[in-house]
T-cell receptor, first 111, second 113 residues
Framework: RKEVEQDPGPFNVPEGATVAFNCTYSNSASQSFFWYRQDCRKEPKLLMSVYSSGNEDGRFTAQLNRASQYISLLIRDSKLSDSATYLCVVNGDTGRRALTFGSGTRLQVQP | DVKVTQSSRYLVKRTGEKVFLECVQDMDHENMFWYRQDPGLGLRLIYFSYDVKMKEKGDIPEGYSVSREKKERFSLILESASTNQTSMYLC????????????FGPGTRLTVL
């Protein structure tokens, strides 16, 4: 089983729609969770961290479900500029300083 | 403004060549990372370094080595390039401590013929 699993998509949604992605992780001891965004032919950039109580940043809401070992990202009122690949990131191995990246979910927002 | 630069955007090499990929960050970060990114496989960690002259293997270190002689520079070396090392290579850096935001360079698209 992969350490971090995501539905690759693509998710094709109209402008203004609400869309949600889930990501599952295998290590129950994981403590840190993030969503990164990667535009086509660009480098990944941090979108938001995911906190235990859930957190919101404008139109973006991230949630963590430890019992089921998944994190989610909800995007409300989708914009064309939200079209990108969203990477789920977890610290998979608590003995290691590095993070583990999922392979990403592609979102295409259409006019 | 945070900046991570990589020596080349595109590189074409022949099988068996020794290849050097350079990464420089200007943020005084302690941690530096090398990943490769392939379709369907996501980012996979090759090596990382948390201090000058320190390195740790990532998930796929075979066929690669690294060098960190100065804090701002982290080099990835392909000792004898092979076609299965054709990939996008991304360098990243972060402040010390674990699990902090990583800042990525623009990537090097390496093709090995």
């Amino acid at each position: 089983r992969k350490e971090v699993e995501q539905d690759p998509g693509p998710f094709n949604v109209p402008e203004g729609a609400t869309v949600a992605f889930n990501c599952t992780y295998s290590n129950s001891a994981s403590q840190s969770f993030f969503w990164y965004r990667q535009d086509c032919r660009k480098e990944p950039k941090l979108l938001m961290s995911v906190y235990s109580s859930g957190n919101e940043d404008g139109r973006f809401t991230a949630q963590l479900n430890r019992a089921s070992q998944y994190i989610s990202l909800l995007i409300r009122d989708s914009k064309l500029s939200d079209s990108a690949t969203y990477l789920c990131v977890v610290n998979g191995d608590t003995g290691r300083r590095a993070l583990t990246f999922g392979s990403g979910t592609r979102l295409q927002v259409q006019p | 403004d945070v900046k991570v630069t990589q020596s080349s955007r595109y590189l074409v090499k022949r099988t068996g060549e020794k290849v050097f990929l350079e990464c420089v960050q200007d943020m005084d970060h302690e941690n530096m990372f090398w990943y490769r990114q392939d379709p369907g496989l996501g980012l996979r960690l090759i090596y990382f370094s948390y201090d000058v002259k320190m390195k740790e293997k990532g998930d796929i270190p075979e066929g690669y080595s690294v060098s960190r002689e100065k804090k701002e520079r982290f080099s990835l070396i392909l000792e004898s390039a092979s076609t299965n090392q054709t990939s996008m290579y991304l360098c990243a850096s972060s402040v010390s401590g674990t699990y902090n935001e990583q800042f990525f360079g623009p990537g090097t698209r390496l093709t090995v013929l």
